[in-house]
């Protein structure tokens, strides 16, 4: 079946590093995917979005890019902040399971000051 | 746009009482609803999927009689969790797809449930 795997946490950054959070998927057909972000003691937000190959998402200096090629969707940020704490969730969406969503374990990230 | 909102936002039960959580689509009409459990620290496990009018189906491992899901309009989903118990504490969120044949899902703010 369809799966989501992403790099273990915790993450910890100091403020203004770049940030990699690593993502690949296994599924059948042509899957959307997608990185949530979870705040404490929130419900989740969605960051970006892409819907087909080589297609970039990109909110909030975030950035990913559908790669094919190695059912890829790695999270980046060029310059971390402070508040940018959070659980991030790579996630894949496809008809095949009925709009079903799959989600990552989640990673979660402690940027210092 | 895309906004689902959850009531309560929290609630403490006693043992062995029901709790019922509600889902809403506030601007848009939603054909599919999700409903998920996530643990501390844990991703999102989903429970069921519910769609308006119709029955709701349940992930392997989830008691039906135990998780009441109730879709009863294009606005409106309710988890009713019947004789709560401790191990039943948990976050439960909601997600919501509209009607246009988007993948993306919309999430609710989460229900925090601690059963006493």
């Known amino acids: 079946g369809d799966s989501v795997t992403q790099m273990e946490g915790p993450v910890t950054l100091s403020e203004e590093a770049f940030l990699t959070i690593n993502c690949t998927y296994t599924?059948?057909?042509?899957?959307?995917l997608f990185w949530y972000v979870q705040y404490p003691g929130e419900g989740l937000q969605l960051l970006l979005k892409?819907?087909?190959?080589?297609d970039k998402g990109s909110n909030k200096g975030f950035e990913a890019t559908y790669r094919k090629e190695t059912t890829s969707f790695h999270l980046e940020k060029g310059s971390v902040q402070v508040s940018d704490s959070a659980v991030y969730f790579c996630?894949?969406?496809?008809?095949?399971?009925?709009?079903?969503?799959?989600f990552g374990a989640g990673t979660r990230l402690f940027v210092k000051a | 746009g895309a906004v689902v909102s959850q009531h309560p936002s929290w609630v403490i039960c006693k043992s062995g009482t029901s709790v019922k959580i509600e889902c809403r689509s506030l601007?848009?009409?939603?054909?599919?609803m999700f409903w998920y459990r996530q643990f501390p620290k844990q991703s999102l496990m989903l429970m069921a999927t519910?769609?308006?009018?119709?029955?709701?189906?349940?992930e392997q491992g989830v008691e039906k009689d135990k998780f009441l899901i109730n879709h009863a309009s294009l606005t409106l989903s309710t988890l009713t969790v019947t004789s709560a118990h401790p191990e039943d504490s948990s976050f439960y969120i909601c997600?919501?797809?509209?009607?246009?044949?988007?993948?993306?899902?919309?999430f609710g703010p989460g229900t925090r449930l601690t059963v006493t």
């Open positions: 601007d848009f009409q939603a054909t599919t």
């Open positions: 996630a894949l969406s496809a008809n095949t399971g009925g709009f079903k969503t799959i």
């Open positions: 892409a819907t087909k190959a080589d």
């Open positions: 519910s769609n308006e009018g119709s029955k709701a189906t349940y």
């Open positions: 997600s919501a797809t509209g009607t246009g044949g988007s993948y993306e899902q919309y």
């Open positions: 599924a059948t057909g042509y899957p959307s």
